[in-house]
């Protein structure tokens, strides 16, 4: 079965960095966009990033562009956000979440909470 696990999340100062990093299996992670949402406290899921089958095509939200950047290693079925320059703002839980194939996600992580604050 497709499992995502989520990992590297924490405890970090305003302007300071994190890298996330998702384990996939269960699927042919290779075939598939990938995306890391978030959701914030109180708040409804925010699409932070998606990335294409081969890496070679990445989108971010405005809030986050700039600052984040997502990757993925094929051979490692693993998916990545590093995240630097990090806000009070950008204290979520994050997800990773698996394409569809067509359009949105149809799999999740349980999330992992980032929280900035000094």
């Known amino acids: 079965q497709v499992q995502l696990v989520e990992s590297g999340g924490g405890l970090v100062q305003p302007g300071g960095s994190l890298r996330l990093s998702c384990a996939a299996s269960g699927f042919t992670f290779s075939s598939y966009w990938m995306y890391w949402v978030r959701q914030a406290p109180g708040k409804g899921l925010e699409w932070v990033s998606g990335?294409?089958?081969?890496?070679?095509?990445?989108n971010y939200a405005d809030s986050v562009k700039g600052r984040f950047t997502i990757s993925r290693d094929n051979a490692k079925n693993t998916l990545y956000l590093q995240m630097n320059s990090l806000k009070a703002d950008d204290t979520a839980v994050y997800y990773c979440?698996?394409?569809?194939?067509?359009?949105?996600?149809?799999?999740w992580g349980q999330g992992i909470q980032v929280t900035v604050s000094s």
């Open positions: 990335i294409n089958t081969s890496g070679g095509t990445a």
């Open positions: 979440a698996k394409g569809t194939g067509i359009a949105g996600y149809d799999y």
